[in-house]
């Protein structure tokens, strides 16, 4: 019952109608805990929406829940009896499913052969007409429109979504879990799979919906939890919600004791180290991801980039590296338009980039530490037959070792030795040790327990103090309002809106990152 | 200055240095020693097996192994003669074996060094027809060198162009290329280079190469000028990535792509460039071939190497060291092959088994230590 003591109203469901409920789950990763005694009440033929940021211990419950995971305490009743899930196959036996965004379907097989791949108790001979039926009676129960006979490849990715479900269900799925379904849709289908949650809530069934926007939360939940930091921070009634109250929820209040760095006074220089103008980029799946994206840095800044992830963060730092194409725009670096420049021309002009994901991103496993300090060399008198030199990486280490006070191990050590979050730190520390005028930092923190993060944190600032400009994109709300110079925020490919971190008003920036609009009054300056 | 004022703060702390952190490698792993130790045991290991395994087909096949294994070792190892023929094996398996090495780098599956090896004898034959009258030797060699290098790389180079540009499986496309090469070589040697002397009637091959073209031989063997390119272009790939920024920024590629499109390296330049290294080395190996062994053109003259090649440097793990040494057993395994043919009455093909059971045996040793590993 520890539980209850959190933040805001924990509002005690009515125990006849809960269907599922966790209790007291708590999840340790190293250096990060990812759900700290958190409960949840999933009530049969109501949808339950889960809200927060990413980060925030969504996906870890769920994975929890559907058996992926295994929580280090706290128990897991369904209809009165609790239930040991150690794995996905005995989550499905309790009746609970999961629709992952990314769909387990084989493109090459028809709708009837990927159910039936999913079927416990296939027979050697496929029974196909009878699966056939009860994909046809589903099919036409909830007004899917699915042809059993069509190949999956050829439907477009909502009937996929279907076919998730109906797989789902011919399981013998009560509760159906969706992660963030509606990422992977067009507003139209989006609309479709409500009116499925509608019909499937009305059969009695029950649905979990993550989701981080507040607009679609509102249109079809019936009880809405928010979590935060591993924690759930509060439990509403869809009737008693309103967006600006989700939105203190879900961002809490800006942290009083928020830390005050020492900052140089900002070089009075009037002219802005990068400009992008109006650039507009496809992502990686061919869509629009940047709808005319506008920014600023001036030399020796820190600007915060807040916004959920997925709305363009990632497209635009690539761009502005050169690594991602841009459809139109332009991007002026020092002086330089270095739009369609290529990736080593930019480097080389002082742009270095701490990336989202360092050991997938940038660093190599099968390489040793001074290898990959190496990485991104910007020497550009050199020939690719003359020596590498290999001073210049170890001068790096030393470099390293000096200023951020971050013992290397043996150069020669092979990097797949390391921890994943020492070749983190390492990755961190080359981007730094390249000495840019301009640092990109991806979730700089992320997956770092406090300290670490900390310490990251004073990095960045003494950085910025030497004149870099640095772009910190996060999701940490209270790290951008602690680190940052001036904050803008992202929403579906652009800037939507800029301030000051020091007299922001949280619940703007909220509305700003969830709904791309200011909400009733009109913005600060 | 109004507005610098409002930014900074009073002044409390001054710049912080973060307190250290001391990053430690997660796992000691064994001395270097013992892990060569480790490593030469387990391949005679593997080695035994596959004698074991062989030997068990030779069984099957109404043959004392012991016997055989025994003509093997005298026919190779037991003279003079023997010894030449295994290093003059040795040459295009090691040129082969590069051509697989190079390119796998980059994590880029080059099976094409056979037909690598045609093109290249094919520009070596038309340098040698044209200029072997003209020249004397010792401006020919480089000419051929140049020659066998660059029909290589044209046909290594059009599978990374395939690769790069288009995004066509290297592995296949230049598994193909194969047979047009082989096929081309059979064009020439029955169409435009056939040699319409009487003598050669209903023949098909080019002319004889002039007395000009050809490679010093050694001590009285068939031992030519070839494996000391084959031993140099093994020292230059060592150096090449060992110690270049082209190999290290190819390795990195083969590493992880990803992080080397991020660093600012242009992938598709090193896929090309490695696939047209590769396919240079067999074409080196098919200008040795043609010049030194066969004297002209024809159909056929490759006889596999491509893909002994393949498995030699998959057996060295794309090491130089062990290229050599992978190279000279499969050499005497070869030799040892056309000599149980005669002493043994058996097909010479025959000893492909012991080849394809030594790295089976030897691939499912990596096996097992990765998985040991993960």
């Not at chain 1, 409920?21 to 958190?38: S, Y």
């Not at chain 1, 270095?338 to 930019?346: D, E, P």
């Not at chain 2, 087909?57 to 026919?75: D, H, R, T, W």
Request: hydrophobic share 45%; glycine share 10%.
């Amino acid at each position: 019952m520890a539980a209850l003591t959190n933040e805001t109203t924990t509002k005690t469901a009515d125990p006849a109608s809960d269907f599922i409920v966790l209790e007291g789950i708590t999840k340790q990763f190293p250096g990060l805990r990812a759900n700290d005694n958190v409960s949840l009440h999933i009530r049969k033929g109501k949808v339950l929406a889960l809200l927060g940021e990413n980060g925030a211990g969504k996906s870890t419950l769920m994975k929890i829940l559907y058996g992926s995971y295994r929580a280090d305490s706290g128990t897991i009743t369904v209809d009165g009896k609790i239930v040991n899930i150690q794995s996905p196959a005995d989550a499905r036996e309790a009746g609970i499913g999961m629709v992952f965004q990314s769909f387990m379907l084989i493109p090459a097989f028809t709708v009837v052969e990927n159910v039936a791949l999913s079927l416990k108790h296939l027979g050697v001979v496929i029974d196909k007409a009878e699966i056939e039926k009860g994909i046809r009676e589903i099919s036409e129960k909830y007004n899917f429109g699915i042809d059993p006979e069509a190949y999956v490849w050829q439907l477009p990715i909502g009937a996929q979504q279907k076919i998730e479900i109906i797989k789902l269900l011919m399981g013998g799925a009560k509760l159906l879990i969706f992660d963030e379904p509606t990422s992977v849709l067009a507003p139209h289908e989006a609309e479709g799979l409500f009116k499925i949650f509608d019909s499937l809530r009305s059969n009695g069934y029950s649905i979990i919906f993550i989701s981080h926007k507040l607009n679609e939360v509102l249109s079809c939940a019936d009880d809405i939890t928010v979590m935060r930091h591993g924690r759930v921070t509060g439990h509403i009634d869809r009737a008693d919600a309103t967006e600006s109250i989700l939105v203190s929820m879900i961002i809490g209040t800006k942290s009083a004791d928020s830390k005050e760095y020492v900052r140089k006074p900002l070089p009075t220089s009037s002219k802005p180290l990068l400009e992008i103008k109006d650039i507009t980029a496809l992502d990686d799946r061919g869509r629009m991801a940047l709808h005319g994206m506008t920014l600023s840095i001036m030399p020796g800044e820190i600007l915060g980039v807040a916004g959920v992830s997925g709305n363009g963060q990632k497209e635009t730092g690539e761009a502005i590296q050169g690594i991602r194409p841009t459809k139109s725009g332009s991007i002026i670096f020092d002086g330089h338009d270095i739009t369609g420049w290529s990736i080593a021309r930019i480097r080389r002009l002082g742009i270095a980039c701490i990336p989202e994901d360092p050991l997938k991103q940038g660093a190599v496993r099968s390489m040793t530490v001074e290898e990959n300090l190496a990485l991104g060399d910007t020497d550009e008198n050199a020939r690719d037959w003359q020596p590498m030199d290999w001073k210049a990486a170890r001068a790096k280490a030393g470099f390293i070792t000096e200023r951020f006070n971050l013992k290397m191990p043996r150069l020669t050590v092979p990097i797949e030795a390391l921890s994943g979050g020492n070749v983190q730190r390492i990755v961190f520390a080359r981007e730094m040790a390249a000495k840019a005028k301009l640092l990109l930092a991806y979730y700089p923190t992320r997956g770092t327990d406090i300290n670490a993060a900390e310490i990251i944190r004073t990095i960045l600032l003494n950085y910025r103090n030497e004149g870099a400009a640095i772009l910190v994109v996060s999701e940490d709300l209270d790290e951008l309002f602690s680190i940052s110079d001036r904050m803008i925020v992202m929403f579906h490919g652009q800037n939507v809106g800029e301030c000051d971190p020091k007299n922001a008003d949280i619940n703007q920036i909220g509305h700003l990152m969830t709904d791309g609009k200011y909400s009733e009054q009109p913005a600060h300056a | 200055m109004a507005t610098n004022a409002d930014i900074t703060p009073p002044a409390a702390e001054p710049i912080v240095t973060p307190p250290a952190v001391v990053i430690q490698p997660v796992e000691g792993g064994g001395s270097q020693l013992s892990k060569t130790l480790n490593g030469i045991g387990s391949f005679a290991g593997a080695l035994l097996l596959a004698l074991i395994g062989f030997g068990i087909i030779l069984l099957l096949m109404g043959k004392n192994p012991l016997e055989i294994y025994a003509q093997i070792f005298e026919g190779t190892l037991g003279s003079t003669y023997g010894w030449s023929e295994i290093v003059v094996k040795m040459t295009p398996f090691i040129l082969c074996a590069l051509a697989v090495a190079i390119p796998a780098r980059l994590g880029l599956i080059n099976v094409g060094g056979e037909g690598q090896i045609y093109i290249g004898a094919v520009f070596a034959s038309l340098v040698a027809l044209t200029l072997g009258d003209v020249l004397p030797t010792i401006a020919l060699i480089p000419l051929l060198v140049i020659a066998g290098c660059l029909g290589g790389a044209l046909w290594g180079g059009l599978a990374g162009l395939l690769k790069a540009y288009a995004g066509l499986n290297e592995t296949i496309s230049s598994l193909l290329l194969t047979y047009v090469g082989s096929l081309i070589v059979d064009f020439l040697a029955s169409g435009p280079l056939k040699d319409r002397s009487t003598a050669a009637l209903g023949q098909s091959y080019s002319k004889t190469f002039p007395d000009n073209v050809q490679l010093p031989t050694f001590f009285d063997t068939r031992i030519n000028l070839g494996i000391i390119f084959a031993l140099i272009a093994v020292g230059l790939y060592y150096w090449l990535f060992k110690y270049t920024r082209w190999g290290y920024k190819m390795r990195v590629v083969g590493g992880n792509p990803e992080a080397a499109l991020r660093s600012g390296i242009k992938i598709n330049r090193y896929i090309i460039g490695a696939m047209m290294l590769g396919g240079a080395m067999a074409g080196l190996a098919g200008m040795i071939e043609v010049v030194a062994i066969q004297g002209r053109l024809r159909g056929g003259i490759s006889n596999g190497y491509g893909y002994v090649g393949f498995l030699v440097a998959w057996l060295a793990m794309q090491k130089p060291g062990r290229i050599i040494l992978m190279a000279a057993l499969l050499g005497l395994i070869a030799f040892g092959g056309d000599t149980i043919q005669i002493e043994g009455n058996l097909p010479a093909a025959s000893v492909n088994i012991l080849m394809a059971f030594i790295l089976f045996f030897v691939l499912r040793n990596q096996g097992l230590r990765a998985a040991k590993e993960s």
